[in-house]
């Protein structure tokens, strides 16, 4: 893990980073990270699904840029990207139930987006991209857990087809034009900052009424989940490690166990001491039209790599709830990262 600490110590800074979707869950995350290493940082975000306050402190301290534009627009991308080394690529519509009745939000804001920024890169010579993709490109065909070469790959919403189609774009740039990408499909990355989902969802629930939570499903439902904070740092450290890669090294990114709905349920009922609420249930096969209830994420390819989540999926549910609880402090920073790293 030496060379992987020496780059976060030093490596980070050497780049100027463009983030997009930088004011938001994953994004102040990584913006926290970069502004700890001493990193010059651009965050591109039109606050339609974040909020300024996340990074607020580092724009009024100018330690970043701070750029209110939308990623649909491609001369304000152009323009914004001019002068940058890297870009990590965060920018997305991450409501995924909208796409039901809103049914471009996935093709302006995921696939016209991430064009743009391809396409600015290429005219612009920036030749590294971190791609924020998801397990959603998947479906419910695959038998067994989810592999980087499972297939054939039928999304079952306009987001998992959204990030299915950045991903070829991604892929023909790499080859035509020689930009170098790396892909991750995550798992459920939760954490503090994070707006919608099921914790957000379940923890405004039962701060509503602690007697009776109402659960979209049968609550059999089972995927993985971890924390932001172990995003970040395996993204980077895949970037780290792969180097030789023509095409988009695309990986799988969480952790080796998963949570069911009603074991979050259960969890988070722990901790808003609330263990007796009683557990309704819609019995729709679905959540939501478009809903994935089963992804079972395999993680062997990162975990060859040297890279494994820390915590278990129901230990990073736990922590999640307590920091939207207010019961747990955290902010990532090199220095929280390399204490990390070492226990």
């Not at 093709?107 to 920024?117: E, G």
């Not at 995550?186 to 919608?196: P, Q």
């Not at 490690?241 to 074991?263: A, W, Y």
């Not at 920091?323 to 090199?334: A, C, H, M, P, S």
Request: glycine residues 10%; aromatic residues 10%; negative net charge.
């Amino acid at each position: 893990m030496a060379d992987f600490s020496t780059f976060i110590q030093t490596g980070l800074r050497k780049k100027k980073w463009f983030i997009t979707g930088g004011a938001g869950f994953i994004g102040s995350h990584a913006v926290d990270l970069l502004v700890s290493a001493g990193a010059e940082v651009t965050v591109f975000d039109d606050l339609s699904l974040s909020t300024i306050d996340n990074i607020k402190p580092h724009i009024d301290s100018g330690k970043i840029t701070f750029i209110q534009k939308d990623l649909t627009d491609f001369e304000a991308v152009k323009s914004a990207l001019a002068g940058h080394d890297i870009v990590w690529h965060l920018g997305a519509n991450t409501d995924i139930p909208s796409g039901f009745t809103k049914h471009r939000i996935d093709l302006d804001n995921d696939v016209i987006a991430t064009w743009n920024v391809l396409e600015s890169m290429h005219q612009l010579g920036i030749k590294e991209l971190l791609f924020a993709s998801t397990g959603a490109v998947y479906g419910d065909d695959i038998v067994g857990d989810f592999r980087e070469d499972s297939g054939p790959l039928k999304p079952l919403s306009l987001y998992g087809a959204g990030k299915l189609a950045c991903e070829g774009f991604i892929s023909a740039y790499c080859n035509l034009f020689g930009l170098k990408a790396w892909v991750f499909r995550f798992g459920n990355v939760i954490g503090e900052r994070v707006n919608h989902g099921i914790i957000y969802d379940f923890v405004g629930k039962i701060t509503k009424d602690k007697t009776s939570l109402e659960i979209l499903g049968t609550g059999k439902g089972e995927k993985n989940y971890f924390l932001v904070e172990e995003c970040i740092e395996g993204m980077l450290y895949v970037y780290n490690t792969i180097k030789d890669n023509r095409f988009p090294f695309v990986i799988n990114l969480g952790n080796d166990s998963r949570s069911t709905v009603l074991g979050i349920a259960k969890i988070i009922a722990e901790e808003m001491e609330a263990p007796t609420i009683t557990h309704t249930f819609t019995n729709t096969p679905l959540g939501w039209p478009g809903d994935q209830p089963v992804v079972l994420l395999d993680t062997n390819k990162v975990n060859q790599l040297g890279w494994h989540s820390k915590n278990s999926s129901d230990t990073s549910v736990r922590r999640a709830t307590k920091r939207l609880l207010g019961k747990e402090d955290f902010q990532l920073t090199v220095d929280s990262l390399l204490t990390k790293e070492k226990n």
